[in-house]
């Protein structure tokens, strides 16, 4: 494969990177990051590039594909790599009838983009049943315990640590197999209508407002300022929810950045709320 960024995130934007690294396993993926230390190369980890604005010109340094991906059950104990998507990991639980994994059925990428960025749906996020998070930290690997992450809502410390992650162990109590396999999929049925399938996105671009009187979901103040309607570019907000942007294909992520900024100003003008995004960007 070539080294446009286009050709691996989800949004379909993005120039060249100056090389990609993929490391299928955790010995080749810390020999990758030692190297590049070693060289004084500058890198980005990448994961299921389903969470990235990647920037048209592309990236002038290497790009580390996680894509370990094993994953061991032990009675209520899952043991996985981060490059393991995170659909793998949702339908393993499930079906060894171990609860608390499958409300974030359909969410696309791997279990390390969603511990980075403590993904979430249906009331639920990642970090719920974690007990730890094994990092490499530039030097040496180690486990985290849970309460040293600094999980909240969309946030964690590996959003202000260049750590990598490299492997999750879950504690899950137990459910009903079947049960767990019929909500899953009663949550995808409804995600279907929302994300239809091969949508050039990055699901929410907002993260949602925590203020005293409760969540305000960042697409309720997108809609009031008009965002419904907005497009720069083959870059669009579509009718079906104001807090997605849409490439149609010839859509630029400086377009994309573009909108972002002004739906941005519009709710600061409107409401004094500073709107932050949830996706990330790559070489901006
Ligand atoms: C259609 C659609 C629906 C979505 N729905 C939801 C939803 O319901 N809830 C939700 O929370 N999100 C949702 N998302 C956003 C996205 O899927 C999640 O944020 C996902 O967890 C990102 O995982 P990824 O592997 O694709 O990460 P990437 O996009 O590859 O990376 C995201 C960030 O994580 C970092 N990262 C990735 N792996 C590692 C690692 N191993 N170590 C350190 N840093 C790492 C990257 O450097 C980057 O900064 C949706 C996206 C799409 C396209």
Not at 55 to 59: E, L, P
């Given at each position: 494969m070539d080294n446009l960024l286009k050709h691996r995130t989800n949004f379909k934007f993005g120039g060249p990177a100056k090389k990609i690294i993929t490391a299928k396993s955790e010995v080749e993926l810390i020999g990758a990051l030692k190297d590049l230390k070693l060289k004084k190369t500058k890198y980005y980890i990448l994961g299921g590039g389903t969470n990235i604005i990647a920037?048209?010109?592309?990236?002038g340094g290497v790009i580390v594909k996680i894509a370990a991906a094993n994953l061991k059950i032990n009675g209520k104990k899952i043991i996985c790599d981060a490059g393991l998507s995170l659909g793998k990991l949702v339908g393993a639980a499930n079906s060894a009838g171990?609860?608390?994994?499958?409300?974030?059925?359909?969410?696309?990428?791997t279990v390390g983009g969603a511990i980075y960025g403590n993904a979430g749906a249906y009331g639920r996020?990642?970090?719920?049943?974690?007990k730890k998070v094994k990092i490499f930290d530039g030097k040496n690997s180690r486990w985290l315990p849970r309460t040293s992450c600094g999980f909240f809502y969309r946030e964690s410390v590996f959003k202000k640590k260049p750590w990598v992650i490299l492997a999750a162990e879950f504690n899950l109590p137990e459910g009903s197999a079947k049960k767990l396999a019929e909500k899953s999929k009663e949550i995808i049925k409804i995600r279907e209508k929302k994300y239809k399938p091969n949508l050039r996105c990055a699901g929410s671009i907002f993260k949602n407002v925590f203020a005293k009187s409760g969540k305000i979901p960042a697409g309720r103040l997108l809609e009031s300022v008009g965002a419904k309607s907005m497009r720069i570019g083959g870059v669009y907000v579509p009718q079906?929810?104001?807090n997605i942007i849409i490439n149609?294909?010839?859509?630029?992520a400086a377009d994309a950045k573009k909108l972002i900024d002004i739906l941005k100003k519009k709710v600061y003008r409107k409401y004094g709320i500073r709107l932050e995004e949830e996706v990330q960007y790559l070489g901006f």
């Open positions: 920037n048209d010109k592309g990236y171990l609860f608390g994994l499958e409300t974030l059925a359909g969410i696309p990428g996020e990642i970090s719920k049943f974690l079906q929810h104001a149609n294909g010839r859509g630029k």
